[in-house]
């Protein structure tokens, strides 16, 4: 029998050497690829979680590998001293800080306030990341309770609690072993999300491992600038007039509903992460004046949908003796920039005097406890 060329047994074998790795690769899906990383040892370590969708302008890019996010991260390298008390910040994009400079986020500027708490001072991290949902906040929580925080101040609002947005968010839908886990582990009542190994082939995630070489790449722009995402010169206010709508996604004025309301994930992951002290904090949204609106606060919220939730919101957390602030109208309407959760510096330092005069009770009452 005649023998097949060298050239074709040379194909073969490396279509078989391709089908293989591509496959064997699943075995893989559990290591932390992403925390292969050049940020904190060749460049700085980003002082915000990586997100863009401009990379050839921001040095950055959207990166779901929860791995690679913190090893991006300059918490991932911050030796905690004796002397220091840490805070994490954590929330959506308004804690991320879309049109901010790392600097004047509401982590920014309270970590350049030089806090005192119990005689040591206060360093702050900034760990929103844009999208609403609190299961999405609890990946970054659960993933971050083994790097030493104190306390972490956890910026909410009521669009992200609807159960029906929990498993939606990008962070959420590409992250299904952890999500999976924290179902389980948390006791959460959500279905897990489905599991199709294929998804973790080689092949599979290509574009993932191409986003994480890609992030490397972006560190020496990102080291030497400061620059982690577009800053336009003009972009759209947020909206201020509205039709007469008084809908709020799948609710039913005029009472709101409020088992469909994901609070047992905030409540939850206060309970099961007992050594860390939390600060709950319902952020402020812009109030508009503009027309109709003695019916919508702005575009998340009718008003009568709103209301609501910050009554059965306080009373909740009040019953669950969880540490709750509801500082949802301390900025004003001018101080709103491209969203109606989005604020500019003046916006943020308010909000930041105000927090940090809520961490420092905190701290008195750590004293007294002692």
Known sequence: MKKAPVILRILIKALL?????NYAFIALSRLPVGSISLYNSVF??????????????????SLYNLDGMF???????????????????????????????????????????????GGKTLRVFNLGYPSLSILKDLLIIDRANKLDADLIVWMVTLESLPRSAQLETPLVANNTLAVNDLIERYGLD?????????????????????????????????????????????????????????????????????????????QKTVEKNAEIDFMVVNEPILISAGKNSAIRY????????????????????DDSGIAYYDLWDIVPESNFTNSAIHLDRTGEEILA??????????CELLEDEK
């Open 190 to 266: 959500f279905e897990k999300l489905p599991v199709d190994w294929l998804d973790f082939t080689l092949i599979a995630r290509r574009r993932e491992l191409a986003d994480l070489i890609r992030l490397q790449f972006y560190g020496l722009l990102w080291s030497a600038t400061g620059i982690d995402q577009d800053y336009p010169l003009e972009y759209t206010p947020a909206q201020r007039d509205f039709e007469a709508d008084d809908s709020f996604h799948d609710f039913s004025a005029p009472v709101l509903d409020t088992s469909q309301l994901a609070l047992e994930v905030i």
């Open 71 to 117: 090893a991006s991260h300059q918490l991932d390298a911050a030796e905690k001293t004796a002397d220091e008390y840490r805070v994490l910040v954590v929330g959506d994009s308004s804690v991320w800080g879309f049109l901010q400079e790392p600097a004047e986020t509401l982590a920014g500027i309270l970590d350049q306030k030089g806090i005192a708490c």
């Open 44 to 61: 700085h370590g980003r002082q915000r979680f990586p997100f863009g969708e401009n990379p050839a302008a921001a040095y950055n890019l």
């Open 353 to 362: 005097e105000r927090i940090s005069s809520l961490i420092g009770d905190h």
């Open 298 to 317: 702005d575009y998340y919220y009718p008003r009568w949908a709103y209301d609501q939730y910050r009554v059965w919101m306080k009373n909740a957390m």
């Open 17 to 21: 050497l391709v089908v293989v790795v």
